[in-house]
């Protein structure tokens, strides 16, 4: 049925004192408002005549004033929906409507005259407007905050008993789940607690159960068009109906449809919607109305199962976007910043999005946690899971995710990118192009185009392999090249060739040179400084490899697994070449193979033990096991020169505090507290952004080498090394030199490990020590043992790889 067309005031909304003043205002006169964004929305409404715009005053604090409710049946309100799904659509209400919602939630709360409500949510909005109009009628009084909900003002005003109710919708609350502490003891003083109509997990339900341990905490399910439908008491409820969202109290009803959606009838159902130029029944002619939503009831007790237009159907398999979405947010800790949408699939029919609101976030971690939660609910999703990392999420002001702006978005993409050629992002096998090198570098892993060299976790020893062998295929490097994408480094080498020069690092350069150092002088090739310091130098290159390539994966991630990574990459060949040695020498030394022979009296050992890589390991795992705390990662990344010099200088108090009660002298100083100093003079090389950085730089490692090493020859090579990376960081070389010298720093720690072998060897082969030639033949069989070794860890990682693959596609849940 049709009816006249609706004459009222329109109403802009703002979260403030003076909308909530209007509103009531105009309820008292009878006179309909609408709810708009600004005049302009207003004078393009049609279907309803606007005789008045009022345009609120800005402003926060208290709402004192007592207004009783009003039981008419004529129109009292306006609200335009989110539009979600299509067009915004005009839901009237009437006085009635509102003010039945209003008894239930008073009743099902208790609400009484001493509540002080935070409204957490925006009171141009259904749920917000009724928290002011139920907490107003009970005699209650509200605050409006200034910046909207903010924990820290709400833990305060709960301390000093200023507020003792809250309102919120389950986005809010899991910020303030995953920071609990900012509220701490304050949650214990909250008596009311309301949460609007999100999916939100029995585990998020329960742990805001337990950080307000003494409220009344009801949660309600419902829509515009009839606010509160049903309500869950979840202070009170078992924890086995916590996934559900409560039943219908009052005279509210509510059944499913045959399609499976829920249904609702009552006095607090909308009648009308605004259509064209009149006003249409939006219930059935008995009365119900059907949603969107899908649901079943067991027990009395509704259960949402997401929206029907939401609902995800790939390969006959129905995947609920809340639920998942809860999953992976679970698993990340990024509870309500997760949201998964539909997208097209030729294959499938629709595939899987999942978009993650966050500044640090990896797309391979999220990815890894997306495949976890489908597995988790029986769903192998294969290449119709598709990811993305956003700075932000399009919603609605109270938090709901706008998923068809989300798939109107990826179907952009995807069409731009197959205008330009790019259809598919996996290259057939033998392909030669930049992605296909990616993924023979990086063999097990899922490289797509937005990948580079540092979200892959590549470190220093890797750095150089890759762009020997990047080099040798496609032409020259560009500096930075770490921190480009594979397609931006595919646009770069179709355009730059085949020029016969190349960029060498000074970092590798240094890399090369000071090993060639610590190899001749074990080999007595000659000595290259009295005092030594070579070593030194190198541990402060592990500094600089962690700031410069796997600091920026750590900040975004927060995980350190990078760093982990680096030490497998040393631990495996050093404890192989130890067990090697042993077993020829039938004999067995525990301390070496556990990486630990440092801390021990080196005159214990005398098959092969290796302190400059134990080190070199203990030192990462240091690092990273500082990195793995949050603050530091903080800090760092606010202030990176002046962590890393706080940590110089810590180290070096620290250092000098061990000395006075425990002389290592008889271990040579063979500890990572003596060395801990170089990893952050190594980091605050490589966080020198520009000039004046790099001097400030360059001084502090100067004082810290002088009182380390003093005026000696030590401190020449040391600084020396520094100022280089410093201040010429690249030189530029004929091909062939730097591919030298690359190889040589590629294979740096397999030259360390056996070049002891290797002069032993040249003894007996010569009758006599030959340092020169040993000194080459370390070198030499250094490089092939580095290229072996790197072969066959391709190999094993390529086969473990196709194993776990094969493994899936033998799973039964691949009807996807």
Same mark, same amino acid.
């Given at each position: 049925?049709?009816?006249?067309?609706?004459?009222?005031?329109?109403?802009?909304?703002?979260?403030?004192?003076?909308?909530?003043?209007?509103?009531?205002?105009?309820?008292?006169?009878?006179? $309909?408002?609408?709810?708009?964004?600004?005049?302009?929305?207003?004078?393009?409404?049609?279907?309803?005549?606007?005789?008045?715009?009022?345009?609120?005053?800005?402003?926060? *604090?208290?709402?004192?004033?007592?207004?009783?409710?009003?039981?008419?049946?004529?129109?009292?309100?306006?609200?335009?929906?989110?539009?979600?799904?299509?067009?915004?659509?005009?839901?009237?209400?009437?006085?009635?409507?509102?003010?039945?919602?209003?008894?239930?939630?008073?009743?099902? +709360?208790?609400? %009484?005259?001493?509540?002080?409500?935070?409204?957490?949510?925006?009171? %141009?909005?259904?749920?917000?407007?009724?928290?002011?109009?139920?907490?107003?009628?009970? *005699?209650?009084?509200?605050?409006?905050?200034?910046?909207?909900?903010?924990?820290?003002?709400?833990?305060?005003?709960? #301390?000093?008993?200023?507020?003792?109710?809250?309102?919120?919708?389950?986005?809010?609350?899991?910020?303030?789940?995953?920071?609990?502490?900012?509220?701490?003891?304050?949650?214990?003083?909250?008596?009311?607690?309301?949460?609007?109509?999100?999916?939100?997990?029995?585990?998020?339900?329960?742990?805001?159960?337990?950080?307000? $341990?003494?409220?009344?905490?009801?949660?309600?399910?419902?829509?515009?068009?009839?606010?509160?439908?049903?309500?869950?008491?979840?202070?009170?409820?078992?924890?086995?109906?916590?996934?559900?969202?409560?039943?219908?109290?009052?005279?509210?009803?509510?059944?499913?449809?045959? #399609?499976?959606?829920?249904?609702?009838?009552?006095?607090?159902?909308?009648?009308?919607?605004?259509?064209? /130029?009149?006003?249409?029944?939006?219930?059935?002619?008995?009365?119900?109305?059907?949603?969107?939503? !899908?649901?079943?009831?067991?027990?009395?007790?509704?259960?949402?199962?997401?929206?029907?237009?939401?609902?995800?159907?790939?390969?006959?398999? #129905?995947?609920?976007?809340? +639920?998942?979405?809860?999953?992976?947010?679970?698993?990340?800790?990024?509870?309500?910043?997760?949201?998964?949408?539909?997208?097209?699939?030729?294959?499938?029919?629709?595939?899987?999005?999942?978009?993650?609101?966050?500044?640090?976030?990896?797309?391979?971690?999220?990815?890894?946690?997306?495949?976890?939660?489908?597995?988790?609910?029986?769903?192998?999703? *294969?290449?119709?899971?598709?990811?993305?990392?956003?700075?932000?999420?399009?919603?609605?002001?109270?938090?709901? $995710?706008?998923?068809?702006?989300?798939?109107?978005?990826?179907?952009?993409?995807? /069409?731009?990118?197959?205008?330009?050629?790019?259809?598919? $992002?996996?290259?057939?096998?033998?392909?030669?192009?930049? =992605?296909?090198?990616?993924?023979?570098?990086?063999?097990?892993?899922?490289?797509?185009?937005?990948?580079?060299?540092?979200?892959? *976790?590549? /470190?220093?020893?890797?750095?150089?392999?890759?762009?020997?062998?990047?080099?040798?295929?496609?032409?020259?490097?560009?500096?930075?090249?770490?921190?480009?994408?594979?397609?931006?480094?595919?646009?770069?080498?179709?355009?730059?060739?085949?020029?016969?020069?190349?960029?060498?690092?000074?970092?590798?350069?240094?890399?090369?040179?000071?090993?060639?150092?610590?190899?001749? =002088?074990?080999?007595?090739?000659?000595?290259?400084?009295?005092?030594?310091?070579?070593?030194?130098?190198?541990?402060?290159?592990?500094?600089?490899?962690?700031?410069?390539?796997? &600091?920026?994966?750590?900040?975004?991630?927060?995980?350190?697994?990078?760093?982990?990574?680096?030490?497998?990459?040393?631990?495996?060949?050093?404890? +192989?070449?130890?067990?090697?040695?042993?077993?020829?020498?039938?004999?067995?030394?525990?301390?070496?193979?556990?990486?630990?022979?440092?801390?021990?009296?080196?005159?214990?050992?005398?098959?092969?033990?290796?302190?400059?890589?134990?080190?070199?390991?203990?030192?990462? =795992?240091?690092?990273?096991?500082? !990195?793995?705390?949050?603050?530091?990662?903080?800090?760092?990344?606010?202030?990176?020169?002046?962590?890393?010099?706080?940590?110089?200088?810590?180290?070096?108090?620290?250092?000098? +505090?061990?000395?006075?009660?425990?002389?290592?002298?008889?271990?040579?100083?063979?500890?990572?507290?003596?060395?801990?100093?170089?990893?952050?003079?190594?980091?605050?090389?490589?966080?020198?952004?520009?000039?004046?950085?790099?001097?400030?730089?360059?001084?502090?490692?100067?004082?810290?080498?002088?009182?380390?090493?003093?005026?000696?020859?030590?401190?020449?090579?040391?600084?020396?090394? %520094?100022?280089?990376?410093?201040?010429?960081?690249?030189?530029?070389?004929?091909?062939?030199?730097?591919?030298?010298?690359?190889?040589?720093?590629?294979?740096?720690?397999?030259?360390?490990?056996?070049?002891?072998?290797?002069?032993?060897?040249?003894?007996?082969?010569?009758?006599?020590?030959?340092?020169?030639?040993?000194?080459?033949?370390?070198?030499?069989?250094?490089?092939?043992?580095?290229?072996?070794?790197? &072969?066959?860890?391709?190999?094993?990682?390529?086969?473990?790889?196709?194993?776990?693959?094969?493994?899936?596609?033998?799973?039964?849940?691949?009807?996807?």
């Amino acid at each position: 049925m049709t009816h006249a067309k609706l004459t009222a005031t329109a109403l802009v909304t703002r979260n403030s004192l003076s909308y909530i003043e209007h509103v009531f205002a105009l309820n008292a006169a009878r006179e $309909p408002l609408v709810n708009v964004p600004d005049e302009a929305f207003a004078a393009a409404l049609t279907g309803i005549t606007i005789e008045n715009c009022i345009v609120p005053d800005e402003g926060s *604090g208290w709402f004192t004033a007592n207004h009783p409710l009003i039981h008419e049946d004529r129109p009292a309100q306006v609200t335009y929906t989110s539009g979600t799904e299509g067009m915004p659509k005009g839901i009237v209400l009437t006085y009635s409507n509102l003010a039945d919602a209003a008894e239930r939630i008073i009743d099902q +709360m208790g609400l %009484t005259s001493e509540v002080r409500e935070y409204v957490g949510v925006p009171v %141009t909005y259904s749920f917000g407007i009724g928290r002011v109009r139920a907490v107003s009628a009970a *005699g209650g009084q509200c605050y409006v905050p200034p910046r909207g909900f903010d924990p820290h003002e709400l833990a305060r005003m709960l #301390k000093s008993g200023e507020v003792n109710a809250l309102s919120a919708v389950p986005t809010l609350l899991r910020i303030v789940l995953q920071t609990p502490t900012v509220l701490a003891d304050a949650g214990k003083n909250l008596r009311w607690l309301e949460i609007g109509s999100q999916y939100m997990s029995a585990a998020e339900k329960s742990a805001v159960r337990a950080l307000f $341990p003494n409220a009344r905490i009801v949660q309600h399910y419902g829509l515009t068009e009839a606010s509160r439908s049903t309500f869950l008491q979840i202070s009170d409820v078992p924890d086995d109906l916590l996934e559900s969202v409560g039943r219908a109290v009052g005279k509210t009803e509510i059944e499913i449809s045959p #399609k499976g959606r829920i249904q609702i009838r009552g006095p607090h159902v909308a009648r009308w919607r605004v259509d064209a /130029d009149q006003l249409v029944d939006l219930a059935s002619p008995d009365g119900w109305l059907e949603t969107s939503d !899908l649901g079943h009831i067991s027990d009395g007790y509704l259960y949402y199962d997401g929206r029907a237009d939401d609902l995800i159907n790939s390969g006959g398999i #129905k995947i609920n976007p809340d +639920m998942l979405e809860a999953r992976i947010g679970g698993l990340l800790g990024l509870g309500g910043r997760i949201v998964v949408a539909k997208v097209p699939d030729a294959l499938r029919g629709e595939g899987v999005l999942v978009a993650a609101e966050s500044a640090d976030l990896s797309e391979n971690r999220l990815r890894d946690a997306s495949v976890e939660a489908l597995s988790e609910l029986g769903v192998n999703a *294969g290449d119709a899971l598709h990811v993305q990392v956003m700075a932000t999420i399009p919603r609605t002001a109270t938090g709901k $995710p706008l998923r068809r702006l989300l798939t109107e978005a990826f179907a952009q993409q995807r /069409d731009a990118a197959a205008a330009a050629g790019i259809v598919d $992002p996996v290259p057939e096998s033998g392909a030669d192009d930049v =992605l296909s090198f990616f993924q023979k570098f990086f063999p097990g892993e899922d490289i797509g185009p937005d990948d580079s060299f540092e979200t892959m *976790g590549g /470190d220093s020893l890797s750095y150089i392999q890759f762009s020997l062998g990047f080099e040798d295929r496609f032409g020259p490097l560009p500096s930075g090249w770490e921190g480009l994408t594979v397609a931006q480094l595919e646009k770069i080498r179709a355009v730059d060739g085949g020029s016969s020069w190349r960029l060498l690092e000074s970092a590798t350069l240094t890399r090369a040179f000071f090993m060639i150092c610590i190899v001749a =002088l074990h080999l007595d090739t000659f000595v290259y400084s009295s005092t030594w310091g070579a070593a030194y130098f190198l541990f402060m290159l592990a500094g600089y490899s962690v700031m410069r390539f796997q &600091w920026p994966e750590i900040s975004r991630t927060g995980k350190v697994n990078t760093i982990f990574g680096t030490v497998l990459r040393v631990a495996i060949p050093t404890v +192989m070449v130890i067990f090697a040695m042993q077993l020829l020498a039938r004999t067995f030394e525990l301390m070496p193979p556990l990486l630990i022979s440092n801390w021990f009296d080196p005159s214990q050992y005398h098959i092969a033990y290796y302190y400059f890589a134990e080190i070199y390991m203990q030192l990462l =795992l240091v690092i990273a096991a500082l !990195l793995a705390i949050p603050k530091i990662r903080d800090v760092l990344r606010a202030r990176p020169m002046m962590t890393c010099t706080a940590l110089i200088v810590v180290a070096m108090v620290v250092s000098w +505090m061990v000395d006075q009660v425990w002389d290592t002298n008889y271990l040579y100083h063979r500890t990572p507290i003596w060395y801990l100093w170089t990893i952050g003079a190594g980091m605050l090389m490589a966080s020198a952004r520009d000039m004046q950085d790099r001097l400030i730089a360059m001084a502090i490692i100067a004082v810290a080498v002088f009182m380390h090493h003093g005026m000696s020859s030590a401190s020449a090579y040391i600084l020396g090394g %520094t100022a280089l990376v410093l201040f010429v960081p690249e030189i530029s070389v004929p091909a062939p030199v730097k591919a030298i010298v690359g190889e040589i720093a590629g294979a740096s720690m397999f030259m360390y490990l056996s070049h002891f072998q290797v002069n032993s060897l040249i003894t007996r082969i010569f009758h006599g020590p030959k340092p020169w030639i040993a000194l080459f033949a370390a070198i030499a069989f250094g490089i092939v043992f580095a290229r072996i070794y790197n &072969w066959m860890e391709s190999k094993v990682r390529a086969y473990v790889r196709s194993y776990r693959a094969a493994a899936i596609n033998r799973t039964p849940q691949d009807a996807l």
